[in-house]
């Protein structure tokens, strides 16, 4: 795995976020892998946001992660009955 350096920002209420917002390929990549995390690793959406986080270097919040993942199957969510 690539080594992933992301430059941040402190923002006014002290939290830290990205300097400059995911491309559309970014965000798609995110989504993709939070659905794997959760879909083939079974993880919880708070144990994917971590490994986004810590492995591949993609701060997501909660809610867009809800968000993503709700809106969004992959072959095998799609072949379950
Ligand atoms: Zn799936």
Redesign the pocket.
């Known amino acids: 795995m690539n080594a992933v350096v992301i430059e941040m920002v402190r923002g006014k209420d002290r939290k830290l976020y990205r300097a400059h917002p995911l491309s559309d390929a970014e965000r798609a990549r995110a989504r993709w892998l939070a ?1 794997a995390l959760v ?2 690793d079974k993880l919880s959406i708070r144990a994917a946001q971590r490994a986004l986080r810590e492995s591949y270097g993609i701060p997501r919040s909660l809610g867009i992660l809800a968000r993503d993942l709700r809106g969004w ?2 072959p ?2 799609a072949e379950r009955p």
């Open positions: 659905h879909c083939r199957q992959c095998s969510c």
